[in-house]
């Protein structure tokens, strides 16, 4: 048994990101995953997630700006480059384009409205039918590379990093937690919770969590027809409907809405054909510069809110980083701070406090 001062589970890109914050403020750290690095059972899997500056929430347009700052530094560290900037763009109704603009302005961020004729001069693979929203400061991560490098940093500072490990239960008393595998226990002064989906039944009885809901997502992988350039897409007709975004050679849809409610244990993996219908008649409505034949398709995880916020905040020996609502990985180092700032014993942002 080795006593530790803090133990992490679940090595998605929070638990990931918590350990290269924690390692780097000096601490001992023991990190354990259930599964090997880039399984696809989780939220995380992958080469590309939209990095955008582009909320209707100034809350979020700021953590986006940290957000940023410390994507340059992770690169910087890692030596490679884990955010591409290509610049992203919203339009619809419900992304209200004209007060997104003004917003993201005011937060400093070099935002331009577009009109639809500018915005199709532009972009012509995609079909713009109001105004535009471009966002210089948007693009795309990569979330293998960048949970590889974070693991890396943080194993480089001294931390024990464990794949292939799940902790089957964790039991707190007056001094902290012990963690039990299936080939020991570990004792830790304070545990961070980064599990994703599982996160419910993990601190089920020992943290009072607010509703999180488990659900299967898709998304689709298109060939492109045009040469681009190719930003990353939002598209809201009624509410935050459609993202799309470049990964290596495809164009990725996906819908925000309209996963499957489910467990991060009985999920199936399967695709809905229902949902592939959709992501073609989309792409075919809206993306005239992809070929509308899916090539490729996955499943994934949400764990979500009522309101989307986050959960990141501390109870006892515990702090629970669920960092996720299907909008959680543009956040991901800022997520490692605001966790290691939990250990240090500060304050959480109010809106993701615990109740
Ligand atoms: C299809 C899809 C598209 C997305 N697109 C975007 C996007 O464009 N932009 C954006 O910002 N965000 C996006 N997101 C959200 C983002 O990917 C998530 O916020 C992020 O991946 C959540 O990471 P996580 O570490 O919280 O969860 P996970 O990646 O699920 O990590 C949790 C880890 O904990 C491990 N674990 C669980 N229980 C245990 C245990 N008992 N012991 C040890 N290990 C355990 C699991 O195996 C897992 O690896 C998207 C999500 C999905 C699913």
């Known amino acids: ?11 998605g890109l929070a638990g990931s990101a918590v350990a290269w914050a924690v390692s780097r403020r000096g601490r001992s750290v023991a990190a354990f995953e259930a599964y090997g690095p880039g399984h696809r059972r989780g939220s995380s899997h992958g080469r590309a ?7 209707l929430d100034p809350l979020y347009v700021e953590l986006t700006g940290r957000a940023g700052r410390l994507w340059e530094e ?4 890692a030596g490679e480059r884990l955010l591409t900037r290509t610049g992203g763009v919203d339009h619809g ?36 039918e109001g105004p535009v929203v471009f966002d210089p400061e948007g693009g795309v991560l990569d979330p293998e590379a960048a949970m590889a490098a974070m693991v890396r940093l943080a194993a480089d500072a001294g931390a024990h ?17 012990t963690l039990i595998t299936d080939s020991g226990t570990w004792r830790a002064r304070t545990v961070v919770v980064a599990a994703g989906g599982w996160t419910g039944p993990l601190l089920d009885g020992l943290v009072p969590l607010p509703p999180l809901t488990v659900t299967q997502q898709q998304v689709f992988f298109f060939d492109r027809k045009d040469p681009g350039p190719w930003p990353t897409v939002v598209h809201g007709e009624t509410s935050l409907d459609i993202y799309a975004l470049p990964e290596g050679s495809y164009f990725k849809v996906g819908e925000h809405v309209n ?3 489910t467990t991060a244990d009985d ?15 989309y792409a075919r409505a809206w993306l005239p510069g992809l ?17 989307e916020d986050f959960v990141l905040d501390r109870r006892g020996p515990f702090v629970v980083c669920s960092a996720c609502s299907g909008h959680g990985a543009k956040f991901t180092p800022l997520i490692g701070e605001l966790a290691a700032d939990l250990v240090d014993g500060r304050p959480p942002i109010g809106r993701f406090a615990l109740r």
């Open 1 to 11: 048994m080795d006593d530790i001062d803090v133990a992490i589970v679940g090595l």
């Open 93 to 128: 109704p419900a992304r209200e384009p004209e007060r997104m603009a003004a917003l993201l302005q005011e937060h400093g961020v070099a935002a331009e409205l577009l009109d639809r004729a500018e915005a199709a001069r532009r972009w012509p693979g995609i079909r713009f």
């Open 74 to 77: 992770l690169g910087e560290q």
């Open 259 to 261: 996963g499957a409610v």
């Open 291 to 307: 070929d509308p034949v899916p090539r490729s398709e996955l499943t994934c995880l949400y764990t979500s809110t009522p309101n």
């Open 49 to 55: 997630r939209i990095f955008r500056r582009a909320y």
């Open 267 to 281: 999920r199936d993996f399967t695709v809905d054909p229902a949902a592939r219908e959709r992501a073609v008649a």
């Open 161 to 177: 990093v464990a794949y292939d490990t799940p902790i089957r239960a964790l039991k707190p008393d007056a001094e902290g937690v």
